[in-house]
């Protein structure tokens, strides 16, 4: 069984996304207590250490790591902060997690993969500088990699594209095929993507060969929702939920006026933003939800519009609803809504990692296991999300 490192471990979404493939998880990292207690409460603390990554040194890595994952803080690097790109704080913790892997590949281990996942924003972070710095240095341990985006909202009914460097050992990328920069415009490797590889035609891109990924979630946002009682106090006040439908833009009342006639299931997803001073809701029009965030920093947390019976009601989404929107079905809650709401908010979409790394990856599996196809299949016939859909 191939043996993996998952750095940024989190709530442990990437070890939810690819155990089952046949991964086993032999180390996971994250700084933040609270998350370990969630990600604890799922797959006990055997694995896990929690510190700083500044903190750990090689010793503390299990020998024989296949696969080694990042999905490294984005907070510098997305709109939403401060765009100090990877000299920031927290997206700068990517350098002593690279800093680990030379130290691996000292030790005569260098795995046979890495796993990187953060925003899009990376691609132009620092004009495209510091993707390009992460890349180099990957190329200089002896990988050579590929850079593809991935939409959560191909496998769930969620926006969220992210960005995936996925580099193989030089050794182990025999046959796979190398990129010359002018490939083409595909959906995984969009305009964007292709740029920043032509402006970067000395680093060594190699473009795995990965099928086209499904093209819309096969759950619609009704299908993820709780049932809950008309009369649940996480319902707002009827007079809130009419105060803030009468100062919602034009556009966006008339969404929920469609919603109360029938249209895409009743239901939508509303973000609160402040207009000119004043808080208003903005309502999607695209049977999804908007990226679920950490509802810390400024960025709200994701409410639900529901005109299902006829009448606009209001109510945050729950932190069982923000789990299934990450595709992560089963996973036990234990915690307020407000910290689930911070786990899952930061987390990854477990099937889009689980295509990824069953696509890209699978051929390190053995047997019946390296084959994608075979092992998606499998999945799909156990999984309560496949239940559903
Ligand atoms: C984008 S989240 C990753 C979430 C994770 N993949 C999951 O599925 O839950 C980034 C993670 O980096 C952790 N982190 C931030 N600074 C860190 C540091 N200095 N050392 C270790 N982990 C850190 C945060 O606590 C957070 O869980």
Same mark, same amino acid.
């Given at each position: 069984?191939?043996?993996?490192?998952?750095?940024?471990?989190?709530?442990?979404?990437?070890?939810?996304?690819?155990?089952?493939?046949?991964?086993?998880?032999?180390?996971?990292?994250?700084?933040?207590?609270?998350?370990?207690?969630?990600?604890?409460?799922?797959?006990?603390?055997?694995?896990?250490?929690?510190?700083?990554?500044?903190?750990?040194?090689?010793?503390?890595?299990?020998?024989?790591?296949?696969?080694?994952?990042?999905?490294?803080?984005?907070?510098?690097?997305?709109?939403? +902060?401060?765009? /100090?790109?990877?000299? =920031? !704080?927290?997206?700068?913790? *990517?350098?002593?997690?690279?800093?680990?892997? $030379?130290? %691996?590949?000292?030790?005569?281990?260098?795995?046979?993969?890495?796993?990187?996942?953060?925003?899009? +924003?990376?691609? /132009?972070?620092?004009? =495209? !500088?510091?993707?390009?710095? *992460?890349?180099?240095?990957?190329?200089?341990? $002896?990988? %050579?990699?590929?850079?593809?985006?991935?939409?959560?909202?191909?496998?769930?009914?969620?926006?969220?594209?992210?960005?995936?460097?996925?580099?193989? !050992?030089?050794?182990?990328?025999?046959?796979?095929?190398?990129?010359?920069?002018?490939?083409?415009?595909?959906?995984?490797?969009?305009?964007?993507?292709?740029?920043?590889?032509?402006?970067?035609?000395?680093?060594?891109?190699?473009?795995?060969?990965?099928?086209?990924?499904?093209?819309?979630?096969?759950?619609?946002?009704?299908?993820?929702?709780?049932?809950?009682?008309?009369?649940?106090?996480?319902?707002?006040?009827?007079?809130?939920?009419?105060?803030?439908?009468?100062?919602?833009?034009?556009?966006?009342?008339?969404?929920?006026?469609?919603?109360?006639?029938?249209?895409?299931?009743?239901?939508?997803?509303?973000?609160?933003?402040?207009?000119?001073?004043?808080?208003?809701?903005?309502?999607?029009?695209?049977?999804?939800?908007?990226?679920?965030?950490?509802?810390?920093?400024?960025?709200?947390?994701?409410?639900?519009?529901?005109?299902?019976?006829?009448?606009?009601?209001?109510?945050?989404?729950?932190?069982?609803?923000?789990?299934?929107?990450?595709?992560?079905?089963?996973?036990?809650?234990?915690?307020?809504?407000?910290?689930?709401?911070?786990?899952?908010?930061?987390?990854?979409?477990?099937?889009?990692?689980?295509?990824?790394?069953?696509?890209?990856?699978?051929?390190?599996?053995?047997?019946?296991?390296?084959?994608?196809?075979?092992?998606?299949?499998?999945?799909?016939?156990?999984?309560?999300?496949?239940?559903?859909?």
């Amino acid at each position: 069984m191939p043996r993996f490192a998952e750095f940024f471990a989190g709530i442990g979404l990437v070890r939810e996304a690819i155990e089952p493939l046949g991964w086993e998880c032999v180390f996971a990292n994250d700084i933040a207590p609270t998350k370990a207690e969630m990600y604890t409460a799922r797959f006990g603390s055997d694995h896990l250490l929690v510190r700083d990554i500044h903190d750990l040194s090689v010793s503390d890595i299990p020998a024989d790591v296949d696969l080694v994952t990042a999905s490294f803080p984005c907070i510098d690097l997305s709109l939403a +902060g401060n765009r /100090s790109g990877l000299a =920031g !704080r927290h997206s700068g913790t *990517i350098w002593p997690f690279l800093d680990l892997v $030379g130290g %691996l590949h000292h030790r005569g281990a260098l795995p046979s993969a890495l796993l990187l996942e953060n925003v899009t +924003g990376l691609l /132009s972070s620092e004009g =495209g !500088r510091d993707l390009r710095a *992460i890349c180099e240095r990957i190329g200089k341990l $002896g990988y %050579l990699m590929d850079v593809v985006v991935l939409d959560a909202k191909w496998f769930a009914p969620q926006s969220r594209p992210r960005l995936f460097v996925v580099a193989l !050992r030089s050794d182990l990328a025999v046959g796979v095929s190398s990129r010359s920069g002018d490939g083409d415009l595909s959906v995984l490797r969009p305009r964007n993507v292709q740029r920043f590889q032509r402006a970067n035609r000395d680093l060594p891109f190699i473009e795995l060969s990965l099928p086209e990924p499904p093209r819309g979630s096969p759950l619609r946002l009704a299908a993820v929702l709780d049932q809950v009682p008309g009369d649940d106090a996480s319902w707002w006040p009827d007079e809130r939920v009419d105060a803030l439908i009468d100062a919602m833009a034009p556009r966006h009342r008339e969404r929920v006026e469609e919603l109360s006639a029938g249209v895409r299931d009743g239901v939508a997803t509303m973000f609160r933003r402040v207009r000119a001073g004043r808080t208003v809701g903005e309502v999607r029009a695209d049977q999804l939800a908007g990226c679920l965030r950490t509802p810390h920093g400024g960025s709200s947390v994701q409410f639900l519009v529901d005109c299902r019976t006829g009448t606009a009601r209001i109510r945050p989404l729950s932190g069982r609803e923000y789990a299934r929107l990450q595709g992560a079905w089963d996973f036990p809650i234990d915690v307020s809504d407000r910290r689930a709401w911070l786990g899952f908010g930061d987390a990854v979409c477990v099937p889009a990692v689980r295509w990824l790394v069953a696509h890209a990856l699978g051929f390190l599996c053995e047997g019946e296991r390296s084959d994608p196809e075979s092992q998606l299949r499998l999945l799909d016939q156990s999984a309560a999300y496949a239940a559903v859909a």
